[in-house]
């Protein structure tokens, strides 16, 4: 086959493989985007061809225009880019995305809102690629990415926050899961306890959780976390304002070991702490045993996600299906069937980290 490479002049383009190969545009378009109305041994041809002359297939916004589909979803997140392949919870989440759109032919973009979330005057960017719907993954409901993401005029699922009228959503019970751990702390005899908080806002901030933030908390899950916990504590009469919540900008081991460190130091230290994710717990961990102090004897503490590294930990938690979060979200953006909630089950895991409240 003659070599007709464009060297440093001009990018191939489709005709130029069409002229190459001796057929129509179109005919070389459904090569990509419809193979199966061409023959094998015209694919072969003119992918052979196209490769020969450094053409990389059609371009997403053309395809998107042939076919009406681009062949990517996209997956909007509040984190910068590499907390998404750090974070155990997330990583699940995206496994279980990555696996329906592997069996359904389809990428996947990921999108990082972190930037546009904590500086108003950066440009709002849902991402260069064409795709044929959103996932947005526990982005709070303020986020300008969300108003952007509508826009788009594609289907939306939303996977943890926000709940917004109209979308399909998919996520747990927060509230219920978080009452039932502290609840189980309460049967166990504590009457002390601390508060873990994940961030409530996207201002950095870190440090006590004051009663103004406990009131304007952007992310729903965070409330309702937050609010699990505290109707617990008030139904066996421990009033909410006095207990104790350390808030985390981000969700890591070194943030809860920091937490930690604020909560057993108080004048009153608590037997029990209340964490928001297993990573924070599993900081807090090393901060308490690091003190002199044994865990469950002296502080007992409870997680929320069930991450591998928890049953490592010997860490009580709450286990979140993550994986299923993703596989059902993909399941309602393709289906688009008007199922519009998607509560899933957790399940209270107990494990070595709680124990009985110490006497005296």
Known sequence: ??????????????????????????????????????????????FAAAQEMGYTGPDPAAKQLATGHSG??????????????????????????????????TDLALISAGSSLRNMNTPVSLGNAAVDG??????????????????????????DQPRLDGIPYVGIDDRDAAYKAAKTLLELGHRSFGILSLKTAHDDYFGILTAKRRANIAHSTIAMRLEGYLTALQEAGIAPETVPAWEIPINSEEAGAEGARFLINRPERPTAILAMSDRVAIGAMKTIRAAGLSIPQDVSIFGFDDIPAAATADLSTIRQPHEQKGTEAVRLLVQQDGRQNVILKTELVKRGSIGPAPQG
Do not use: W
């Open 1 to 46: 086959m003659k070599t007709t490479r464009q060297h440093g002049r001009r990018k191939v383009t489709l005709k130029d493989v069409a002229a190459q190969v001796g057929v129509s545009h179109t005919t070389v378009s459904n090569a990509y985007i419809r193979p199966g109305q061409l023959s094998a041994a015209l694919r072969e041809k003119i």
């Open 134 to 159: 959103y996932i947005l993954y526990s982005v709070a409901p303020d986020s300008r990415c969300v108003m952007m993401a509508q826009q788009r005029n594609v289907p939306l699922v939303v996977v």
């Open 72 to 105: 990517a979803l996209g997956f909007l997140f509040s984190e910068d880019l590499p907390y998404a392949f750090s974070d155990p919870a997330v990583l699940t989440v995206l496994n279980g995305v990555a696996k329906s759109c592997n069996e359904l032919e």
